[in-house]
């Protein structure tokens, strides 16, 4: 077999032009979480929120949209990569579904950021290919295949499961206060019962302790 090179290091300039493009992202999720302020948002003030000159945008970036896209991919991704640390000890797929309903329901506390995004823009995610949608699918999958759930359409499933808790989203961002670990609760054991557990079993699954979160990622 011919020798393996070692991969190549990435170069000082490349360091800096990636530091840079996660600068101009994380501005833009800063300004996506506030209301109504991404219409009007200059690309002057994303630079500026971001520290970097004006002109470097467009090294990055070819419009807004296409950073406030990116933006929505990298808090989705980052919030789903946390959901799987926090459930992959989890064997049931029911208890997997009702931890993620509670934690994403939870987010409004934890994460404020991330449910302002979801709130906002969660609709346009809801079958998207990276993010929250591509893990419901696949938890939403693994519970038809082992019989645990009585549903024969993922998609229709993942709409279904996804419109409830953007719906929750936008109740909590009307009338604050709403969302609480019983409200969590509650929409978990809901949501389980529309996926075909008994009641009682829905209720069960949905009151089980939440795994403890794993230590952040190196």
């Known amino acids: 077999m011919p020798e393996q090179k070692p991969p190549r290091a990435e170069t000082r300039f490349e360091r800096r032009r990636a530091q840079t493009r996660r600068s101009l992202i994380a501005a833009a999720r800063v300004i996506l979480a506030e209301e109504n302020a991404m219409p009007d948002t200059s690309i002057q003030k994303i630079a500026e929120q971001a520290d970097v000159g004006f002109g470097t945008f467009f090294n990055h970036f070819e419009s807004k949209s296409a950073l406030f896209d990116a933006a929505v991919t990298d808090a989705l991704e980052e919030y789903g990569q946390l959901l799987d640390d926090v459930t992959a000890t989890l064997d049931d797929p029911a208890e997997v579904i009702a931890a993620n309903v509670r934690l994403t329901i939870g987010m409004v506390v934890t994460h404020p950021e991330l449910a302002k995004i979801l709130r906002r823009?969660?609709?346009a995610q809801l079958h998207a290919e990276s993010g929250l949608a591509p893990r419901a699918l696949r938890d939403i999958e693994v519970g038809?295949?082992?019989?645990?759930?009585?549903?024969?359409?993922p998609d229709i499933t993942l709409s279904a499961v996804g419109g409830a808790l953007l719906g929750?989203?936008?109740?909590?961002?009307?009338?604050?206060?709403?969302?609480?670990?019983?409200?969590?609760?509650?929409?978990?054991?809901?949501?389980?019962?529309?996926?075909?557990l008994s009641p009682e079993d829905a209720d069960d699954v949905a009151r089980r302790p939440l795994p403890p979160a794993p230590p952040p990622r190196a």
């Open 144 to 153: 038809m295949a082992s019989g645990r759930f009585a549903v024969d359409s």
């Open 168 to 196: 929750l989203l936008e109740l909590e961002s009307r009338h604050p206060g709403v969302v609480g670990p019983e409200t969590s609760e509650r929409t978990a054991a809901l949501i389980l019962r529309m996926l075909g």
């Open 121 to 123: 823009r969660g609709m």
